[in-house]
């Protein structure tokens, strides 16, 4: 697609429930990030895929939180058992892995999670 | 590892006025990026300015440019001419020059407001 897409934009769920939230990155970008921002906060780091190799996990809040990437394309990022603190806007971005004109990450529009 | 830090929390700027946003990082490498990116209340992340390390040059963007200090492992954002629509979360980011470093690395933000 033309930039990185993430579903669902909103997503309001019951203490204790999983939830699953997609990250469609840009064609063609070997490296994926996911990021958690807290209400006026700024972005913390969650997890880093590039490529085939090993994800960087080591931002993972507690062993509720899981991601992985499919086909080195798709993303879901999986919080089991969500609690209130886990509401925040989850924001997914992709970048290529070397670029001549310099790499960027292209960030999708985020999930805004409410935990009630 | 690598930090960013962004030591103003809020500022404001009246329109048509210049204003410099700070940043500073730690690292010890040597080849790297350092992006500016905004963020409007929609949420969604747009890169504003980018500075390779290598180059000693600072970046410009039309009203954005940067003053680029590597030995002072500083980075700051000045925007000319400031107009309402630049109000946002302005945000500084680190990311290692490819490979297995490519952690994206952000500040906790500024919140700058343009004032009429």
């Known amino acids: 697609g033309a930039g990185v897409s993430q579903s669902p934009s909103n997503k309001v769920t019951e203490k204790g429930k999983d939830v699953e939230l997609r990250c469609d990155p840009i064609s063609g970008h070997t490296a994926l990030y996911w990021y958690r921002q807290s209400l006026g906060q700024g972005l913390e780091f969650l997890i880093y895929?590039?490529?085939?190799?090993?994800?960087?996990k080591s931002g993972l809040p507690s062993d509720r939180f899981s991601a992985e990437r499919t086909g080195g394309s798709v993303s879901t990022l999986t919080i089991q058992r969500t609690q209130q603190e886990d509401s925040a806007v989850y924001l997914c971005?992709?970048?290529?892995?070397?670029?001549?004109?310099?790499?960027?990450?292209?960030f999708g529009q985020g999930t805004r999670l409410t935990v009630v | 590892a690598q930090t960013v830090t962004q030591s103003q929390p809020e500022m404001s700027v009246q329109e048509a006025e210049t204003v410099t946003l700070s940043c500073t990082y730690d690292?010890?490498?040597?080849?790297?990026?350092l992006f500016w990116y905004k963020q409007p209340p929609s949420r969604q992340m747009i890169l504003v300015i980018r500075q390779e390390a290598y180059k000693q040059q600072n970046a410009t963007e039309n009203r954005f440019s940067v003053n680029f200090q590597k030995a002072a492992k500083s980075f700051s954002l000045k925007i000319s001419d400031s107009q309402l629509g630049d109000t946002a979360m302005y945000f500084c980011a680190f990311m290692s020059h490819g490979g297995s470093q490519g952690n994206l690395i952000f500040g906790k933000g500024t919140k700058l407001s343009v004032k009429p």
């Open positions: 971005a992709s970048s290529l892995e070397f670029s001549p004109s310099g790499q960027e990450a292209f």
């Open positions: 895929f590039q490529g085939n190799s090993a994800p960087d």
């Open positions: 690292t010890s490498e040597n080849n790297y990026y």
